[in-house]
């Protein structure tokens, strides 16, 4: 009985240590590639499937059970559930900060300027650019996009519940844009010479600016505009 209690000890102690390290891999996870749209519990359930966090929790419930099985006194099962419901509310305790950590990384408006780009494409940047930086934004902006002679388009997420094409409905005549398509689908206004439209995806949307003269998102129709432009993860 001595030897079994000293085993199942050990394996608390390694449950323990596997929980801790759990909750690391769990922050890490969330502070690079989290889900910044929800609540801090939607971002816990959603890092529990989408990543490492799961496979961890998984191992943790391995080694608890076989604790449970075999440990020979109440008060050692109990510690083994215990450990169990302490690391996943570990995890959901870290959770904001890891999401607050990812916000960080992202900016608050577009940015196609980029050093050491060469013309014309540079010029191109710096007229989209512009466009933007006149315009009131909405949401976080990671960077993500595409930038050419035919303007620069970059993705954002929102967080909560945000109606994107009202807000932009609403900035961009206090800008001095003039909205000259507006479906529900897209929105697309013009000033000075510069054209810029958004278009919403499930969980942010895509804005682009560039020249009047040039289609948005390189479609050569309006119409064709649709959620087949979101990248994968908006």
């Known amino acids: 009985m001595t030897g079994r209690v000293v085993s199942v000890a050990v394996l608390l102690a390694v449950e323990a240590g596997l ?23 939607d971002g816990f359930t959603w890092g529990l499937t989408a990543g490492p966090s799961g496979l961890a929790l998984g191992v943790v419930v391995v080694v608890a059970l076989i604790g449970v099985v075999l440990a020979p006194r109440l008060w050692m099962r109990l510690t083994a559930v215990a450990i169990l419901v302490l690391m996943l509310l570990g995890m959901l305790a870290v959770t904001p900060s890891a999401l607050g950590q990812r916000l960080e990384r992202f900016d608050a408006a577009p940015q196609c300027v980029i050093e050491g780009t060469d013309e014309p494409m ?18 976080h902006f990671s960077g ?14 929102v967080v909560g519940d945000v109606d994107v094409l009202q ?5 961009l005549p206090a800008a001095g844009w003039e909205v000259v398509e507006d479906d529900g689908r897209h929105l697309r206004a013009h000033h000075d010479g510069l054209a810029f ?19 948005a ?18």
């Open 144 to 157: 993500g996009g595409m930038s050419g002679v035919g303007g620069c388009s970059r993705g954002f997420v």
């Open 19 to 41: 929980a801790l390290l759990a909750v690391l891999v769990h922050h890490a996870f969330m502070a690079v590639y989290g889900d910044v749209t929800g609540t801090a519990f």
């Open 167 to 171: 807000h932009y409905r609403a900035a």
């Open 197 to 215: 439209e958004v278009l919403p995806c499930p969980r942010g949307g895509v804005v682009w600016a560039g020249s009047d003269d040039d289609p």
């Open 122 to 139: 540079a010029t191109a940047d710096r007229e989209s650019q512009r466009a933007f930086d006149s315009i009131e934004h909405i949401g």
């Open 217 to 234: 998102f390189g479609q050569v129709r309006p119409e064709q505009a649709g959620n087949e432009i979101c990248p994968h993860d908006l």
